[in-house]
């Protein structure tokens, strides 16, 4: 299709390009790290999203060369920041099926010079359900390597608490279906509330995503919860512009 082989020639150029969203700790807003995020203007197409990219990629067989280029220009763009914010990079349900994920996840990593220990992998519950066996080889081994894991999109997928107990995670992502709606409808905030709880029983790390109000980021900070990510705190930008960010809040 004239989608795919304009994402293709768009990878060979080196013309899909990455951008930054802060993860900030919600006691002072100051920034953790950052999740990258592919972004793609076509000059034909235009704006066309990772929603719909990514998917065509893992399909077509070539999800593999794109995310070795998306992850190198992350890297890339991490050796820039002060060395204790971490870069939070997205794997999808295709890597995590796929044993060589491992090596040309370090492999690139190395060939960059971007520490393991500053990398986090936000994989979801739906991609770890797929393939069990390969996707805890790949976390297990990256986890020794010094990478960490983060489980992206919790709440939303399917056994959720059943991945917590088989699997070794560093993090939990709480989807922003829950986030956005816990100062409007009480189940989403009992939701939250008891998520956050049990992240703390289990000695994970959380994150609210989607944090869009301040009244959102304070009924978090009330519920105990460590970490946000969202518009309130900042929109997704390119690597100048986080730079720029960056030397804003020292
Ligand atoms: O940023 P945005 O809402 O447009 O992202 C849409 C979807 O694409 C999200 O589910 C996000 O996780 C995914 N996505 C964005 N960048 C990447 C990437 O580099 N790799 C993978 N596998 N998914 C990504
Ligand atoms: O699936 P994943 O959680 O990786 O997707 C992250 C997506 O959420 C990105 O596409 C990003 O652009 C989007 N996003 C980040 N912050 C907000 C927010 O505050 N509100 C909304 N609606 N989307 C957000
Ligand atoms: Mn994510
Ligand atoms: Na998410």
Not at 3 to 9: C, D, F, I, T
Not at 50 to 78: N, Q, Y
Not at 92 to 107: H, N, V
Not at 191 to 214: F, N, P, R, S, T
């Amino acid at each position: 299709t004239q989608l795919e082989q304009a994402l293709r020639n768009a990878i060979i150029n080196d013309a899909v390009d990455v951008h930054f969203q802060p993860i900030v700790r919600l006691s002072d807003g100051a920034p953790l790290g950052f999740e990258a995020l592919a972004r793609w203007v076509d000059a034909d197409l235009g704006f066309v999203s990772p929603a719909v990219f990514v998917p065509l990629a893992e399909e077509r067989g070539f999800i593999d060369a794109l995310s070795e280029t998306l992850l190198r220009k992350a890297a890339e763009a991490a050796l820039a920041w002060p060395r204790d914010l971490f870069l939070s990079f997205n794997l999808s349900s295709a890597q995590l099926m796929d044993p060589g994920t491992t090596e040309t996840t370090l492999a690139a990593l190395a060939r960059v010079g971007l520490d393991p220990h500053r990398l986090e992998l936000e994989i979801t519950e739906t991609a770890v359900m797929t393939s069990a066996d390969t996707a805890h080889r790949i976390v297990t081994d990256l986890r020794k390597a010094g990478v960490r894991i983060s489980l992206d999109d919790f709440g939303t997928g399917q056994s959720s608490l059943g991945r917590l107990r088989d699997f070794t995670f560093d993090k939990v992502k709480i989807d922003r279906a829950f986030v956005s709606r816990i100062t409007s409808d009480r189940a989403s905030e009992h939701i939250v509330k008891a998520i956050i709880a049990m992240c703390q029983g289990l000695d994970l790390d959380v994150v609210a995503e989607g944090i869009e109000e301040k009244a959102d980021a304070d009924k978090l900070k009330f519920l105990g919860c460590g970490m946000g990510q969202g518009y309130y705190y900042g929109r997704p930008a390119d690597s100048a512009a986080t730079l720029r960010y960056l030397q804003d809040q020292y």
